[in-house]
Protein backbone atom coordinates (compact mmCIF):
# COMPACT_ATOMS: atom_id res chain seq x y z
CA UNK A 1 0.00 0.00 0.00
CA UNK A 2 1.21 3.20 -0.95
CA UNK A 3 1.59 6.57 1.69
CA UNK A 4 -1.52 8.67 1.03
CA UNK A 5 -1.37 12.04 -0.32
CA UNK A 6 -1.00 15.05 1.92
CA UNK A 7 -4.22 16.95 2.33
CA UNK A 8 -4.44 20.12 0.97
CA UNK A 9 -6.35 23.62 2.59
CA UNK A 10 -9.13 22.41 0.74
CA UNK A 11 -9.54 18.90 2.51
CA UNK A 12 -9.07 16.93 -0.75
CA UNK A 13 -6.28 13.90 -1.76
CA UNK A 14 -5.73 11.93 -4.71
CA UNK A 15 -7.04 8.73 -4.55
CA UNK A 16 -7.03 5.19 -6.16
CA UNK A 17 -7.08 6.01 -10.42
CA UNK A 18 -6.16 9.85 -10.03
CA UNK A 19 -9.47 10.48 -8.69
CA UNK A 20 -9.94 13.42 -6.74
CA UNK A 21 -11.30 12.77 -3.30
CA UNK A 22 -13.32 14.52 -0.91
CA UNK A 23 -12.07 14.77 2.83
CA UNK A 24 -14.35 16.09 5.68
CA UNK A 25 -12.82 16.28 9.42
CA UNK A 26 -15.75 16.93 11.95
CA UNK A 27 -16.51 15.31 15.90
CA UNK A 28 -13.65 12.03 15.89
CA UNK A 29 -14.65 11.17 12.15
CA UNK A 30 -12.82 11.64 8.86
CA UNK A 31 -14.76 11.03 5.84
CA UNK A 32 -13.75 10.06 2.57
CA UNK A 33 -15.96 10.94 -0.83
CA UNK A 34 -16.08 11.22 -4.18
CA UNK A 35 -18.55 13.25 -6.22
CA UNK A 36 -21.15 10.90 -5.78
CA UNK A 37 -20.91 9.05 -2.24
CA UNK A 38 -18.93 8.41 0.28
CA UNK A 39 -16.37 6.04 0.20
CA UNK A 40 -14.95 5.44 3.42
CA UNK A 41 -14.78 6.60 7.06
CA UNK A 42 -12.98 6.73 10.38
CA UNK A 43 -14.26 7.34 13.67
CA UNK A 44 -11.85 7.23 16.33
CA UNK A 45 -11.42 8.91 20.11
CA UNK A 46 -8.56 11.80 20.68
CA UNK A 47 -6.36 9.67 22.48
CA UNK A 48 -5.38 7.91 19.26
CA UNK A 49 -7.98 4.55 19.38
CA UNK A 50 -9.17 3.41 16.30
CA UNK A 51 -13.00 2.96 16.88
CA UNK A 52 -14.70 2.07 13.54
CA UNK A 53 -13.14 2.24 10.03
CA UNK A 54 -15.51 1.18 7.02
CA UNK A 55 -14.53 1.62 3.60
CA UNK A 56 -17.49 0.74 0.58
CA UNK A 57 -17.03 -2.40 -0.96
CA UNK A 58 -15.64 -1.75 -4.24
CA UNK A 59 -13.22 0.27 -2.96
CA UNK A 60 -11.60 -2.03 -0.81
CA UNK A 61 -7.96 -3.30 -1.47
CA UNK A 62 -6.98 0.30 -3.41
CA UNK A 63 -5.24 2.11 -0.20
CA UNK A 64 -7.90 3.52 1.14
CA UNK A 65 -8.44 2.29 4.43
CA UNK A 66 -4.70 3.32 5.10
CA UNK A 67 -5.16 6.67 3.84
CA UNK A 68 -7.64 7.11 6.55
CA UNK A 69 -6.02 5.82 9.09
CA UNK A 70 -2.66 8.10 8.06
CA UNK A 71 -4.83 11.06 8.01
CA UNK A 72 -6.05 10.44 11.51
CA UNK A 73 -2.76 9.61 12.72
CA UNK A 74 -1.39 12.86 11.01
CA UNK A 75 -4.57 14.73 12.34
CA UNK A 76 -3.81 13.69 16.22
CA UNK A 77 0.08 13.43 15.87
CA UNK A 78 0.32 9.81 17.34
CA UNK A 79 0.27 6.14 16.68
CA UNK A 80 -2.60 4.46 16.59
CA UNK A 81 -4.40 1.72 18.29
CA UNK A 82 -7.12 0.03 17.47
CA UNK A 83 -10.48 -1.34 19.00
CA UNK A 84 -11.48 -5.31 18.82
CA UNK A 85 -13.26 -7.45 17.85
CA UNK A 86 -11.52 -6.85 14.13
CA UNK A 87 -12.58 -8.37 10.88
CA UNK A 88 -10.25 -10.79 8.71
CA UNK A 89 -9.89 -8.09 6.35
CA UNK A 90 -9.39 -5.56 9.58
CA UNK A 91 -6.53 -7.33 10.94
CA UNK A 92 -5.02 -7.48 7.90
CA UNK A 93 -4.88 -3.77 7.57
CA UNK A 94 -3.65 -3.58 11.27
CA UNK A 95 -1.03 -5.85 10.76
CA UNK A 96 0.07 -3.70 7.65
CA UNK A 97 -0.11 -0.58 10.07
CA UNK A 98 2.21 -2.16 12.50
CA UNK A 99 4.33 -2.87 10.45
CA UNK A 100 5.35 0.61 9.71
CA UNK A 101 5.43 1.47 13.40
CA UNK A 102 7.26 -1.62 14.55
CA UNK A 103 9.06 0.70 17.05
CA UNK A 104 5.76 1.25 18.99
CA UNK A 105 5.74 -0.47 22.01
CA UNK A 106 2.18 0.91 23.13
CA UNK A 107 -0.52 -1.43 23.38
CA UNK A 108 -2.51 -1.31 19.62
CA UNK A 109 -5.46 -3.84 20.37
CA UNK A 110 -8.04 -2.63 23.06
CA UNK A 111 -10.70 -4.94 23.58
CA UNK A 112 -13.79 -3.92 22.40
CA UNK A 113 -16.36 -2.08 25.44
CA UNK A 114 -19.15 -4.46 24.35
CA UNK A 115 -18.00 -8.30 24.03
CA UNK A 116 -15.03 -9.17 23.72
Do not use: W
Amino acid sequence: MSAPAAVGASGRVAGPGSTELRVAHENGIITVSDANTTLGYCRYAEDGEVEYLFVQASKRRQGLAMQLLHLVEQHLGTALRFRGPLSPMGRGLVDAYLKGHSQNPQPVLKPSRIGV
